[in-house]
């Protein structure tokens, strides 16, 4: 695979380079960005072509339109962040490949940095549809003269700025897709042991799938979050009004044998923060995890669930984290994704390697006061990290090699 270092070792000055990147950021209600780390993550990528006097063409999407523009999902709030953090002012095209990009990119300078809108207002972009894909890449590619494919978080998508693209240029990793891989390398290739994965949030069936390899690897699996009532259910608990995926229920009690029989072993929450409902505003009790009440729901962990989760981790010399353990966005219950971050931080001085993957779980520890620096690594891909740990061939990856 040829990276970023390759291509900026050659000639590019006065070059144009089509950068990939993932600037899918969370917004509030009047579009400001409450968590940018995509953007920071981005930047140095995006300086180093700059800085080697590229002309840098940046594309990304944000959110989910469906291929056509909407001024909700417009990129416009990530441009002034991107400058900002750049120090200096990046073009902004309203369009992705229509009269606005092409005017835009053949203005720039050398060392001037581009975006374009939202990839995702073309249908191009994300069609099944490989000629519709292909030619929208080719429209993306005539404007440049080499592609450095940086968004980690959509590696593991089959889509024209990602992988078609590639086809059409000559192509490198960026740093942050470089740094991420090196990373998920290090977890599925002889990671120091003990070595634990924690597992939460809201996905239930998407992140079951990784389980089944995660236990080829893993010596301990910690599941809290609304990932933990299936399990609990699989264990003949009642869970109440709390999240459950009554099809998984099977599945989970498959797992639990599994792991018996390979040694992993499975940490559950002992006891649950339980309310009426899912709010802040009402009164909350801490119940064992066999007896929550059938009118409540689990948000977050328990106080005794917390201790034993820290003492799983805290012999750890390896751990992936992916999903916070309560609905954090509600202080109640962010008490357990607290937790679960402290110890990460603690076993990070002592040297271990800690990697806490997934949007909102970066947002959580970022929410709660930690810096990206008291980890291992925050990746910036939840779906694309959790892909490549079950073992996947991620698209946007292997197109890199060929
Ligand atoms: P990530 O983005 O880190 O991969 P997910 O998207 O799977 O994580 O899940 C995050 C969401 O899970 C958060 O919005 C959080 O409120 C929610 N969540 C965590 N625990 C619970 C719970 N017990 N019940 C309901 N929702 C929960
Ligand atoms: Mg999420």
Not at 1 to 29: C, F, Q, W, Y
Not at 49 to 55: E, H, I, R, T
Request: with cysteine.
């Amino acid at each position: 695979m040829k990276t970023i270092e390759d291509l900026l070792a050659g000639d590019v000055h006065g070059k144009t380079v089509l950068v990939r990147s993932d600037l899918n950021v969370p917004l509030d209600d009047e579009r400001n960005i409450t968590d940018d780390g995509r953007v920071r993550a981005s930047v140095p990528t995006i300086k180093a072509l700059s800085d080697a006097g590229a002309k840098v063409v940046v594309v990304a999407h944000l959110g989910r339109p469906k291929g056509a523009p909407e001024e909700k999902y417009s990129l416009t709030p990530v441009v002034s962040r991107l400058s900002e953090l750049l120090g200096k002012d990046v073009a902004f095209a309203k369009d992705t490949v229509g009269e606005s990009a092409k005017s835009v990119v053949a203005g720039l300078q050398d060392g001037d940095v581009a975006l374009l809108e939202n990839l995702r207002f073309n249908p191009g972009e994300t069609s099944k549809d490989e000629k519709e894909r292909g030619d929208f890449a080719d429209q993306l590619a005539a404007f440049a003269d080499a592609f450095v494919s940086d968004g980690f978080g959509v590696v593991h998508r089959k889509q024209a700025s990602v992988y078609d693209v590639a086809t059409r240029l000559p192509h490198y990793a960026g740093g942050l897709v470089g740094t991420e891989v090196e990373v998920l390398q290090r977890l599925t290739q002889n990671p120091e042991r003990p070595y634990a994965v924690v597992l939460g949030g809201a996905k239930v069936a998407d992140k079951l799938a990784v389980i089944e390899n995660l236990m080829q690897t893993a010596d301990r699996l910690l599941i809290g979050g609304g990932m933990a009532y299936t399990f609990l259910k699989a264990q003949g608990h009642e869970v109440g009004k709390s999240l459950l995926d009554e099809e998984k229920v099977d599945t989970c009690k498959k797992f639990l044998e599994d792991a018996k029989a390979k040694g992993v072993e499975i940490v559950l929450p002992i006891d649950t923060v339980v309310a009426p409902e899912f709010s802040a505003d009402v009164d909350t009790l801490v119940v064992d995890s066999d007896e929550i009440p059938a009118d409540m729901m689990g948000l977050d962990i328990g106080p005794k669930s917390r201790e034993l989760f820290a003492t799983k981790l805290r012999d750890c010399r390896t751990v992936f984290w992916n999903g916070p353990m309560g609905a954090f966005e509600m202080a109640p219950y962010a008490y357990g994704t607290e937790a679960v971050a402290q110890v990460l931080a603690d076993i990070t001085k002592e040297g271990a390697l800690t990697v806490v993957g997934g949007g909102d779980s970066a947002a959580a520890v970022r929410q709660l006061g930690f810096a990206d620096d008291q980890f291992g690594h925050i990746s910036t891909g939840g779906g694309a990290s959790l892909e490549y740990l079950e073992g996947k061939t991620l698209p946007g990856i292997e197109i890199l090699d060929a």
